[in-house]
């Protein structure tokens, strides 16, 4: 059975770097494509990709699944 991306995100902030990287997986390409349909350029959009992980790994311990996990992306 699959977990949720909150239930991911949730082990996240307790530590589990698996679940970070099940959801990078499962959300990567989707933020790419969404960069490079503002930027058309492939470098930038994958560096903007990477920054929004850095940016929730960092504040892993502040999420709350309140709303969706798309919706916090």
């Not at 970070?20 to 492939?42: A, D, G, M, P, T």
């Not at 560096?47 to 850095?54: G, H, R, S």
Request: charged content about 25%; aromatic content about 14%.
């Amino acid at each position: 059975m699959e977990l949720s991306d909150s239930k991911l995100m949730l082990a996240c902030a307790q530590g589990d770097s698996e679940a970070f990287q099940l959801l990078v997986e499962r959300h990567q390409n989707k933020i790419i494509n969404f960069f490079y349909r503002l930027s058309w350029n492939r470098d930038l959009a994958e560096d903007c990709c990477q920054e929004v992980f850095c940016r929730i790994y960092r504040n892993r311990q502040q999420y709350q699944a309140t709303a969706k996990f798309t919706t916090y992306l």
